[in-house]
């Protein structure tokens, strides 16, 4: 019986040339040779690359099912590993057995054809969007990256705090919050003042999604000396721009007896350790970031593991920001420069 193997092992070499391998996917392309052939892209996910398959017609089921084989049909393919002579693939799969575990039923109307997709068409097929190339690398980047994040702070001797998610806390003071309640819209109780009676609700008292664990993280900080809150976070301005969002993950670190100086160098140091990180393990998919979305992605994230942070401190900052010439709203000394106009850099 051959050993199950994933894609991106195949790929990168752990598996002998010459050996028999299982892979378990899902078909991207098929294409037939008049030579009697077939080739399949299969994909797992493990990485942004297929294998290809390659189909003699004495497979018993070629006819029957092979050959019915399209985009986004489920395949477990058995076969030996070979070296490729077709540019771009170090190696593919001389198939033995190919057994096809789920066929498209309408391949005409299979919303995930082989071609590429708006964003906004993605979104009105939320359950099948992770089988395309920008989803499927975005969640390996984030993977990727949320791991990095975590390794980061396990080295440098922090504890990692989850915080709650349903919270009576404004912990920013600023900003509209997502409440939480299993009160009756239709039949609120009130009081005599008219106002909603929160007592009578599940937690007895107004209650939302966080919008931080910081206040959580000091104190736990203040026992544990470093820790750090990293999970999702809410925030409800109704704002439709590119820079809100009503739901993201966040890292908040907190340090006991931290000067600033100290949280300067440690933002530089979590950021270019998972950067380089990213680097060094999602080439794949960033070179398709760079190819289709951002081309100076990569050219950019090296610049920045590879240079120090240039540090001035808050004069400097206001002194820079007037002789830049940029019209700028309600620019004052004392003044907090992340409220000035978002439009200046």
Not at 307 to 320: K, L, P, R
């Amino acid at each position: 019986m051959s050993k199950v193997a994933s894609i991106v092992d195949v790929l990168q070499g752990k598996v002998a040339i010459g050996e028999t391998v299982t892979v378990r996917g899902w078909v991207r392309t098929r294409r037939d040779s008049k030579a009697g052939l077939s080739f399949l892209a299969v994909y797992d996910g493990s990485c942004f690359d297929p294998i290809q398959a390659i189909i003699n017609n004495d497979i018993k089921n070629y006819e029957s099912e092979i050959l019915r084989l399209t985009t986004g049909c489920s395949v477990i393919v058995t076969g030996k590993v070979v070296e490729s002579p077709a540019e771009g693939q170090a190696v593919e799969l001389q198939a033995e057995k190919v057994e096809v575990t789920g066929f498209v039923e309408d391949p005409d109307t299979y919303p995930m054809a082989a071609k590429r997709h708006s964003i906004e068409y993605l979104r009105e097929v939320a359950h099948l969007r992770p089988r395309t190339n920008i989803i499927g690398a975005v969640a390996r980047v984030r993977h990727c990256l949320s791991q990095a994040i975590h390794r980061f702070f396990h080295e440098q001797g922090f504890y990692w705090v989850a915080t709650p998610l349903i919270t009576a806390s404004d912990t920013e003071g600023a900003g509209e919050m997502f409440r939480v309640s299993t009160l009756d819209l239709e039949n609120l109780p009130r009081g005599e003042n008219g106002k909603v009676d929160f007592s009578q609700d599940f937690f007895g008292k107004e209650s939302f999604l966080t919008v931080s664990g910081q206040l959580n993280g000091e104190t736990y900080a203040c026992a544990l000396s470093k820790i750090y809150t990293f999970g999702p976070t809410f925030r409800a301005e109704n704002s439709n721009t590119t820079r809100h969002l009503a739901e993201f993950w966040m890292v908040e670190p907190e340090v006991a007896f931290a000067t600033l100086a100290d949280n300067a160098k440690l933002a530089e140091d979590m950021l270019k350790y998972v950067f380089r990180a990213v680097l060094a393990e999602r080439k794949d998919d960033l070179q398709f970031f760079e190819k289709h979305v951002d081309k100076d992605v990569i050219t950019r994230l090296e610049n920045f593991v590879n240079s120090d942070f240039a540090q001035i401190d808050y004069t400097d900052a206001i002194d820079v920001l007037l002789k830049s010439g940029k019209n700028l709203n309600s620019l004052f000394l004392g003044v907090s420069i992340f409220l000035l106009n978002t439009n200046v850099s």
